[in-house]
């Protein structure tokens, strides 16, 4: 499933092709369509061009010049495709959303499975607002003391917290496990239970292992073996002790992770 880095680098593949293009055309798939009909969303992108991006969580925004931003969310299978019509590049399978531009080129949103999301907004801080999610985990702002406040009064497990996108944004099931492997926590350990030292580890890791995976393009063979997501299979290895890696059920979601350097504390 699409997350922080996935979606960052969404992003940035959709400002290095489909940014100063003019919009002639505009396909959408009403399945995945939130406050929009496939005929308004044709209607205000039409002759427009999307000139800006922005991101927050595993939201994608594309700022088109005129009143409008599209939205984007990629649910569990969606990404972007660039192409140009009759080009080298085919056409993706399971088209929810295709912009045509001038000189044929095409960007389309592939969806599989239809748990994406498409909608516009006037602006993506009142979207943002709108949906009650907490801030970017990668934005300077979310700085240690905005991370320790969002988890006051929060008892649950530390990778359902890091998971709730009204406390932070961006977080999902493999990337968790990710941050909790490099800063050896249980991903059951209640996130009232850990002390300020530790909190203050989680916090610079989840910020390090994030600007990591954006630069490997989340791709996992781009990223050092020293991390789990390489090795997150169900018979996969910890990279750091060599123990095969445990699962367990936590939120409603599998967690992977090494019961050997990431030992429950008896909490
Ligand atoms: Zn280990």
Known sequence: MPELPDVETERRYLAATALHRRITRVHADQDLL??????AMGRVLHDRRFETTHRHGKFLFAASDGPWWLVLHFGMTGGLVFFKAGGAVSPPRHI???FEFDNDYRLAYDCQRKLGLIALC????????????????LDSRLDLDAFEEARVGRRLPVKAWLMDQQAIAGIGNVYSDEILFHARIHPACRINALDPETVQRL??????ILEQCV???????RMPVSFLLPHRTPDGCCPRCGVALARQRISGRMAYFCPQCQAESGD
């Open 34 to 39: 939130e406050g929009t009909t496939p005929a």
């Open 96 to 98: 929810r959303l295709l």
């Open 122 to 137: 006037r602006d993506p801080a009142t979207f943002v607002s709108d949906r009650g999610l907490g801030p970017d985990a």
């Open 203 to 208: 916090f610079q890791l989840m910020k390090k």
């Open 215 to 221: 630069k490997a393009r989340a791709e996992p063979d």
